[in-house]
Nanobody, 116 residues
């Protein structure tokens, strides 16, 4: 079982920035893909973006050019840098990792609120 501990959420004004972190209890040696999802009140969970082992990224159209996913193999940590935040980015953000072999795992979620 892999534990994912997220941090970095909070309240930010529109136009501001936040960086979310997600630390895994298992080494990234066999990591396949990492990603972030989000769920706003009353809505389904949606993809924010993913990053493969080979460096290929995929972002939702709504965050392209504003959000960036990265990973640190030495720290077994995934990051989500969020810039130019908008009120519609308000949601609970979940990190997700896929190990091959090993399966996929979810973080517990961290709240991001964008409001003036």
């Amino acid at each position: 079982q892999v534990q994912l501990v997220e941090s970095g959420g909070g309240l930010v004004q529109p136009g501001g920035s936040l960086r979310l972190s997600c630390a895994a209890s298992r080494s990234f040696f066999s990591i396949n893909t990492v990603g972030w999802y989000r769920q706003a009140p009353g809505k389904q969970r949606e993809l924010v973006g993913t990053l493969t082992r080979t460096g290929i990224t995929n972002y939702a159209d709504s965050v392209k050019g504003r959000f960036t996913i990265s990973r640190d193999y030495g720290k077994n940590t995934v990051y989500l840098q969020m810039n130019s935040l908008k009120p519609e980015d308000t949601a609970i953000y979940y990190c997700w990792v896929l190990y091959t072999p090993g399966g996929d795992y979810w973080g517990q979620g961290t709240q991001v609120t964008v409001s003036s």
